[in-house]
C-alpha cells in the first residue's frame, strides 16, 4: 500500500522507540525518509531502506535546522511531511529540578517543534502543502502519581498541544495540516526502566492490557501524514489503548 509514494518525509528521533517505528512505515509506504538525530545514523537510514538518509542536527538550533532544510532540499527539492518525534523526559521533582533543566525539557520537547517548523514550512509552500505531526503525550490528561517528578514533561507536552492548535489555523491557507499524536505508555527503550507495579496501575486503567508499541503510535501518523486526511487539522489523537481519563 504505496499511500506516500513521492513523499518526502522528514522524522526527528528516528534512530530509535517511537520515531524508529513511524520512520519504518512511512518508508514502506513509499515515502523518501528523513531521519533528524543528534548523531549520524546512516546504519538506521540503510535499515530503513527506500533511499532514507540520516542527518546529524540539535533540533533545538535555528543553525542546524537550516542546515536540515538546505540538505533536504539539495536531495529530494521538497518536503511533504514534518514528524516530530525526539523528546526527553528526566524525572524530577519540584524540589529537584533546576531551571536549567526545565529549560532544557521544554526547549526539545516544545520549542524544537517551532524552530523545526519555521525551516521546513518554507519548502512546503514550494510543493503546494504538506503535513506536521507532533508526537504530544497522553500524560497531558492524567494525573501522575505524587512525586512523579513530571512536571516539566507535561507541560512542555501541554504546550504543544497549543502550539498544533495555532499552527493548523495558522497554516491552513498554504495547504498544510498540522496534527498531534497522544502515545500512551509506549514499549520503547525510555520505557524499559518503569517499575512492573506501575506498569500494573496503568494497564488497569486501559480497555487494551498491554503497553503500546511503536508501530501502533506508526499507524495513525502515517494517515495524518497520507492524503486521506487532508481534511484533519488541529487535532489531538490519543493513541492508548483505550486508558481511562479524567
Do not use: C
Not at 517548523?117 to 500524560?139: E, Q
Not at 513530571?150 to 498541544?161: D, I, L, W
Not at 507495579?197 to 503510535?217: H, S
Amino acid at each position: 500500500m504505496k499511500t506516500h509514494e513521492g513523499k518526502v518525509a522528514i522524522v526527528t528521533g528516528g534512530r530509535q522507540g517511537i520515531g524508529r517505528g513511524i520512520a519504518d512505515l512511512l518508508a514502506k509506504r513509499g515515502a523518501k525518509v528523513v531521519i533528524v538525530n543528534r548523531t549520524d545514523a546512516p546504519d538506521i537510514a540503510k535499515a530503513i531502506g527506500n533511499d532514507a538518509i540520516s542527518i546529524a542536527a540539535d533540533i533545538t538550533k535555528e543553525a542546524d535546522w537550516a542546515k536540515v532544510a538546505a540538505e533536504v532540499e539539495k536531495r529530494f527539492g521538497r518536503a511533504d511531511i514534518l514528524v516530530h518525534a525526539a523528546g526527553i523526559y528526566p524525572l524530577a521533582t519540584l524540589d529537584q529540578m533546576t531551571p536549567e533543566e526545565w529549560h532544557r525539557v521544554f526547549s526539545v520537547n516544545l520549542d524544537a517543534h517551532l524552530v523545526g517548523a519555521r525551516a521546513i514550512v518554507p519548502l512546503m509552500r514550494k510543493g503546494g502543502g504538506g503535513s506536521i505531526v507532533a508526537i504530544g503525550s497522553d500524560a497531558v490528561n492524567l494525573v501522575t502519581p505524587p512525586g512523579m517528578g513530571f512536571s516539566h514533561y507535561v507541560a512542555s507536552k501541554m504546550g504543544v498541544v497549543g502550539l498544533v492548535r495555532a499552527l493548523a489555523n495558522e497554516l491552513a491557507a498554504d495547504n498544510i495540516i498540522v496534527n498531534a499524536v497522544h502515545p500512551g505508555i509506549t514499549d520503547t527503550e525510555g520505557a524499559s526502566g518503569m517499575p512492573n507495579e506501575q506498569k500494573a496501575q496503568v494497564f488497569m486503567m486501559q480497555a487494551i492490557k498491554r503497553l503500546g508499541t511503536p508501530a501502533d503510535i506508526a499507524g495513525p501518523v502515517a494517515f495524518l501524514t497520507s492524503d486521506d486526511a487532508r481534511f484533519v487539522t488541529g487535532q489531538t489523537i490519543a493513541v492508548d489503548g483505550g486508558l481511562l481519563k479524567l
